[in-house]
């Protein structure tokens, strides 16, 4: 590649990660802004290198894991001349652990998206290509979040760029191990995350095309999907049942009626597209519309058919996140249909995306930055407490409840050294405001606990001040900075 695009290209992928780990570099900051799936996949990858063993098998998650896992392996290495066990060692150090977690899957993304850049300038040969590549970006919701999330989508976004060059090294050489490879990728990719499901089912219909493939595209696709799920290959009946669950009821997460859709989710999904994004729907229409209507390649337009489809399905899950897979696949083929525009058209799309991008990618920052300074604020008053005062957590963007997550997520593998680094680690249970759980798995009720204070949503106080006998028990304060309360027993 010549030395300017190169440098052009580097510079992009530079400045997007600046703008996406932005919010976590200006003090006051904090990791535990978001703990949610990161808690579950830390845990188990610290189980995973302990005993070889994995109990979470949502999404399925796996690879997050392992990768984790092997990250986790050197820092087993580094410990070995510490007289505390390792998970021990790796809790009282969860802060760390936490950052570098962070770091290591924002590096992970980084690669992904510069691999992404270089195939498109290999086929495009156009640096305004690449340029409205990272301006659209960032009319999707969940970009920025993606980028530090110790999560699916880092990996997601590396997965499809070898998926992406396998599929255009077969668009340009149509080589049958090309085409084996995009089916490989596309295996891992539903491993790492059933909602890159639509990747899958596009790269199987490309693949039907080449009728004499077909049954070895299946196979392949297949085989990605077990390598990369191999360590939880005894929860496949589990995995199984709750894929159904998901696909047959009409709630998020397999809960609901049977039916594929419930259509006040649904409705509320789509208002949140057309009322926040309307510019990324308005792109996405545009852009299947214009692939199915040139006359493009058929595989651009499965792609954008694909994705397309999967978009309007994927709207019974109300979370921007959902859209991962459907997004990249939309993406790519604007990119694709950008490509074959005249120069004076390709400037005006340029100048109509860029603003819409620019007050999404600044909205989602300042979120991202008010997330990490909230989390900030409660870890400072929780850190200004007596260090022998006895909490009870709820949900809480803290260190603390995210050990307590942790605990819960790993099956409890952690419980013995958690117990001996906190030995109170008490979760309010949310669902009923009155139930305690502690480092067994033991709920009881709250009256039966000794305890100092309460950490609490604010948007939770009044049910469970509701449920209580005496409510002159209490005294409570806000925490500054936070949508959190700090209820403290009044032993006056």
């Given at each position: 590649?010549?030395?300017?695009?190169?440098?052009?290209?580097?510079?992009?992928?530079?400045?997007?990660?600046?703008?996406?780990?932005?919010?976590?570099?200006?003090?006051?900051?904090?990791?535990?802004?978001?703990?949610?799936?990161?808690?579950?996949?830390?845990?188990?990858?610290?189980?995973?290198?302990?005993?070889?063993?994995?109990?979470?098998?949502?999404?399925?998650?796996?690879?997050?894991?392992?990768?984790?896992?092997?990250?986790?392996?050197?820092?087993?290495?580094?410990?070995?001349?510490?007289?505390?066990?390792?998970?021990?060692?790796?809790?009282?150090?969860?802060?760390?652990?936490?950052?570098?977690?962070?770091?290591?899957?924002?590096?992970?993304?980084?690669?992904?998206?510069?691999?992404?850049?270089?195939?498109?300038?290999?086929?495009?040969?156009?640096?305004?290509?690449?340029?409205?590549?990272?301006?659209?970006?960032?009319?999707?919701?969940?970009?920025?979040?993606?980028?530090?999330?110790?999560?699916?989508?880092?990996?997601?976004?590396?997965?499809?760029?070898?998926?992406?060059?396998?599929?255009?090294?077969?668009?340009?050489?149509?080589?049958?191990?090309?085409?084996l490879l995009m089916a490989l990728f596309?295996?891992?990719?539903?491993?790492?995350?059933?909602?890159?499901?639509?990747?899958?089912?596009?790269?199987?219909?490309?693949?039907?095309?080449?009728?004499?493939?077909?049954?070895?595209?299946?196979?392949?696709?297949?085989?990605?999907?077990?390598?990369?799920?191999?360590?939880?290959?005894?929860?496949?009946?589990?995995?199984?049942?709750?894929?159904?669950?998901?696909?047959?009821?009409?709630?998020?997460?397999?809960?609901?009626?049977?039916?594929?859709?419930?259509?006040?989710?649904?409705?509320?999904?789509?208002?949140?597209?057309?009322?926040?994004?309307?510019?990324?729907?308005?792109?996405?229409?545009?852009?299947?519309?214009?692939?199915?209507?040139?006359?493009?390649?058929?595989?651009?337009?499965?792609?954008?058919?694909?994705?397309?489809?999967?978009?309007?399905?994927?709207?019974?899950?109300?979370?921007?996140?959902?859209?991962?897979?459907?997004?990249?696949?939309?993406?790519?083929?604007?990119?694709?249909?950008?490509?074959?525009?005249?120069?004076?058209?390709?400037?005006?799309?340029?100048?109509?995306?860029?603003?819409?991008?620019?007050?999404?990618?600044?909205?989602?920052?300042?979120?991202?930055?008010?997330?990490?300074?909230?989390?900030?604020?409660?870890?400072?008053?929780?850190?200004?407490?007596?260090?022998?005062?006895?909490?009870?957590?709820?949900?809480?963007?803290?260190?603390?409840?995210?050990?307590?997550?942790?605990?819960?997520?790993?099956?409890?593998?952690?419980?013995?050294?958690?117990?001996?680094?906190?030995?109170?680690?008490?979760?309010?249970?949310?669902?009923?405001?009155?139930?305690?759980?502690?480092?067994?798995?033991?709920?009881?009720?709250?009256?039966?606990?000794?305890?100092?204070?309460?950490?609490?949503?604010?948007?939770?106080?009044?049910?469970?001040?509701?449920?209580?006998?005496?409510?002159?028990?209490?005294?409570?304060?806000?925490?500054?900075?936070?949508?959190?309360l700090y209820i403290k027993r009044n032993?006056?």
């Amino acid at each position: 590649m010549p030395k300017k695009p190169l440098i052009f290209i580097i510079f992009l992928v530079v400045l997007t990660g600046i703008i996406d780990f932005g919010p976590l570099l200006i003090p006051p900051t904090n990791p535990f802004y978001n703990i949610d799936p990161e808690t579950a996949y830390i845990a188990n990858a610290l189980e995973f290198i302990q005993v070889g063993k994995i109990d979470y098998y949502g999404h399925p998650g796996t690879p997050v894991i392992i990768l984790l896992g092997n990250l986790f392996s050197y820092l087993k290495a580094f410990q070995v001349f510490s007289t505390q066990d390792f998970v021990q060692w790796a809790l009282i150090h969860y802060q760390e652990l936490f950052w570098l977690s962070r770091g290591y899957f924002f590096l992970l993304f980084l690669i992904g998206n510069l691999l992404i850049h270089l195939s498109v300038y290999k086929q495009f040969k156009s640096l305004i290509v690449n340029f409205f590549l990272f301006v659209i970006f960032f009319l999707d919701p969940s970009f920025q979040e993606m980028s530090t999330k110790v999560a699916s989508e880092p990996i997601g976004l590396l997965l499809f760029s070898f998926w992406l060059i396998s599929f255009l090294a077969h668009q340009n050489a149509r080589r049958t191990k090309d085409l084996l490879l995009m089916a490989l990728f596309a295996g891992i990719l539903v491993a790492n995350k059933f909602v890159y499901a639509p990747i899958a089912i596009a790269s199987l219909i490309i693949v039907v095309f080449q009728k004499k493939h077909m049954l070895s595209g299946l196979v392949v696709v297949l085989l990605g999907f077990f390598l990369a799920t191999l360590p939880i290959i005894n929860n496949y009946p589990k995995l199984a049942t709750w894929l159904v669950n998901l696909t047959t009821k009409t709630g998020v997460y397999g809960t609901g009626g049977p039916g594929l859709i419930d259509p006040k989710l649904y409705i509320e999904s789509a208002s949140y597209w057309i009322n926040d994004r309307l510019a990324t729907v308005l792109l996405i229409l545009t852009t299947a519309i214009c692939t199915l209507r040139a006359k493009s390649d058929k595989n651009w337009k499965i792609l954008s058919l694909t994705g397309l489809i999967g978009f309007f399905l994927f709207m019974k899950y109300p979370a921007a996140r959902y859209q991962a897979g459907n997004i990249l696949l939309l993406l790519i083929s604007t990119a694709y249909i950008f490509s074959g525009l005249r120069k004076q058209v390709q400037i005006l799309l340029l100048l109509v995306f860029f603003v819409p991008a620019l007050i999404y990618g600044s909205h989602d920052f300042n979120f991202r930055r008010n997330l990490v300074k909230k989390a900030a604020h409660l870890q400072s008053f929780i850190d200004s407490l007596p260090k022998t005062e006895n909490i009870v957590w709820e949900y809480a963007e803290s260190r603390d409840f995210a050990l307590i997550r942790a605990r819960n997520d790993s099956g409890y593998f952690i419980s013995p050294q958690l117990k001996i680094i906190k030995p109170h680690m008490w979760e309010l249970v949310s669902q009923t405001l009155t139930d305690i759980r502690n480092n067994k798995d033991e709920t009881f009720d709250i009256s039966c606990l000794c305890w100092d204070g309460i950490v609490m949503q604010k948007r939770s106080y009044s049910i469970f001040i509701s449920k209580q006998n005496n409510v002159n028990l209490f005294l409570t304060e806000n925490i500054p900075g936070t949508d959190m309360l700090y209820i403290k027993r009044n032993n006056l």
